[in-house]
């Protein structure tokens, strides 16, 4: 049985960058697709970056591009999501998640090709 746990988030300034940890157990990395999602308080669960378990395909939301970045290390089992320039729409739970042994998935996912939830961490950036 697959296992994710986050970490990392946190209340910081705009501007102001974290890290979030993803680390799995139960299985390697590198044979299933990750991905973070989160979801603001009254809103919809919303994709936020995708990792295939290969590295050749990535997906970042619009609203993420070029300050987000998704990333693994493979000695750790750990996906990683590096958020550099926050926001105060960024403030929401992030969610990693695992898709089954080698699923075939889209270069970006849905949130129904993924089987595996984490707990979420809490990422605030006040206004």
């Known amino acids: 049985q697959l296992q994710l746990v986050e970490s990392g988030g946190g209340l910081v300034q705009p501007g102001s960058s974290l890290r979030l940890s993803c680390a799995a157990s139960?299985?390697?990395?590198?044979?299933?697709?990750t991905g973070w999602f989160r979801q603001a308080p009254g809103k919809e669960r919303e994709f936020v970056s995708s990792?295939?378990?290969?590295?050749?395909?990535?997906c970042y939301a619009d609203s993420v591009k070029g300050r987000f970045t998704i990333s693994t290390d493979s000695a750790k089992n750990t996906v990683y999501l590096q958020m550099n320039s926050l926001k105060p729409e960024d403030t929401s739970v992030y969610f990693c998640?695992?898709?089954?042994?080698?699923?075939?998935?889209?270069?970006?996912?849905?949130?129904?090709?993924?089987?595996?939830w984490g707990q979420g961490t809490e990422v605030t950036v006040p206004s």
């Open positions: 998640a695992s898709t089954v042994w080698r699923a075939r998935v889209p270069q970006c996912p849905r949130s129904n090709d993924f089987y595996y």
């Open positions: 139960g299985i390697s990395l590198n044979d299933v697709t």
């Open positions: 990792l295939s378990g290969t590295g050749n395909s990535i």
